[in-house]
Antibody, heavy 114, light 107 residues
Framework: EVQLVESGGGLVQPGGSLKLSCAAS????????MHWVRQAPGKGLEWVGL??????????AYIASVKGRFTISRDDSKKTAYLQMNSLKIEDTAVYYC?????WGQGTLVTVSS | DIQLTQSPSFLSASVGDRVTITCRAS??????LAWYQQKPGKAPKLLIY???TLQSGVPSRFSGSRSGTEFTLTISSLQPEDFATYYC?????????FGQGTRLEIK
């Protein structure tokens, strides 16, 4: 069974940083692209970015609004993907999900507020 | 960026009804389109990928189709557990945008 478990969310001040983790099991993590998707309170889904597998040189892609502030990485030996978020803004407040073609995590809430 | 426009944004229907949700892409995306169902407080669930391929375990009352840049999700006979919000997502080119969602409620 596919399992994705996010952690690392919480309350952070504007301008601060946070690193989210996504621990995976139940599928071939090393061969899978890992996506991050967010959902602001009461809003729709927004794709944040992805990291591809080693076969694709761990290529990454991001939405324009987070480019230069967010970094997606992965550790295949730990079957874990990461989302490093710097220079956080109030509008980054959302539930952040990690996803793959095989499933979604339960999400972790990031609140950016002073 | 590719824009996806879902219609309607809100749909009221009854158990047993046949409903169709449309997703129009602002440019060609081949068949790189997925449909998701999301219930309140839960993560989205993949229903259909590649425009018309049913994800394993999803009931056969769900189906997807494509005509050019217009995609449809059809539920042939609504069940009580189908009342939720539905999203389309294109996976043709970055950024992998979502539609704005269609909220399906009980009439």
């Amino acid at each position: 069974e596919v399992q994705l478990v996010e952690s690392g969310g919480g309350l952070v001040q504007p301008g601060g940083s946070l690193k989210l983790s996504c621990a995976a099991s139940g599928f071939t993590f090393s061969g899978s692209a890992m996506h991050w998707v967010r959902q602001a309170p009461g809003k729709g889904l927004e794709w944040v970015g992805l990291i591809r597998s080693k076969g694709y040189s761990y290529a990454t892609a991001y939405i324009a609004s987070v480019k230069g502030r967010f970094t997606i990485s992965r550790d295949d030996s730990k079957k874990t993907a990461y989302l490093q978020m710097n220079s956080l803004k109030i509008e980054d407040t959302a539930v952040y999900y990690c996803t793959t073609t095989d499933g979604w995590g339960q999400g972790t809430l990031v609140t950016v507020s002073s | 960026d590719i824009q996806l426009t879902q219609s309607p944004s809100f749909l009221s229907a009854s158990v047993g009804d046949r409903v169709t949700i449309t997703c129009r892409a602002s440019q060609g995306i081949s068949s790189y389109l997925a449909w998701y169902q999301q219930k309140p407080g839960k993560a989205p669930k993949l229903l259909i990928y590649a425009a018309s391929t049913l994800q394993s375990g999803v009931p056969s009352r769900f189906s997807g189709s494509r005509s050019g840049t217009e995609f449809t999700l059809t539920i042939s006979s609504l069940q009580p557990e189908d009342f939720a919000t539905y999203y389309c997502q294109q996976l043709n080119s970055y950024p992998f945008t979502f539609g704005q969602g269609t909220r399906l409620e009980i009439k």
